[in-house]
């Protein structure tokens, strides 16, 4: 069963830092873009950050860039998110995916596995 697994989320006071981690098993992505998406409540699901096969190039929202580092380390088959400066406006559950290919991708209909999401709560 091919499954990805996130982890770090949490509560942080905004300024603070986190850094989210997503696990792929079931087979191997090392070949493919991954991404960061997130949900807030009432809203729809939007890209955060995307990064390509290899690790090579990146690609970020407005709203997050300077502020958040997409990395993956295909030996460990795992994503990260770092976040730094954290705003209240990023309260959301945040979301790992696989894209189909190996380019960056930023649409959530180029990705077709997800995970099950983490929350990631801010407070002023």
């Known amino acids: 069963q091919v499954q990805l697994v996130e982890s770090g989320g949490g509560s942080v006071q905004a300024g603070g830092s986190l850094r989210l981690s997503c696990a792929a098993s079931?087979?191997?992505?090392?070949?493919?873009?991954m991404g960061w998406f997130r949900q807030a409540p009432g809203k729809e699901r939007e890209f955060v950050a995307t990064?390509?096969?290899?690790?090579?190039?990146?690609y970020y929202a407005n709203s997050v860039k300077g502020r958040f580092t997409i990395s993956r380390d295909n030996a460990k088959d795992t994503v990260y998110l770092q976040m730094n400066s954290l705003k209240p406006e990023d309260t959301a559950v945040y979301y790992c995916?696989?894209?189909?290919?190996?380019?960056?991708?930023?649409?959530?209909?180029?990705?077709?596995?997800w995970g099950q999401g983490t929350q990631v709560t801010v407070s002023s």
């Open positions: 990064i390509n096969w290899n690790g090579g190039m990146t």
């Open positions: 079931g087979r191997t992505f090392s070949t493919n873009a």
């Open positions: 995916a696989a894209a189909k290919f190996h380019a960056l991708a930023y649409e959530l209909t180029s990705y077709n596995y």
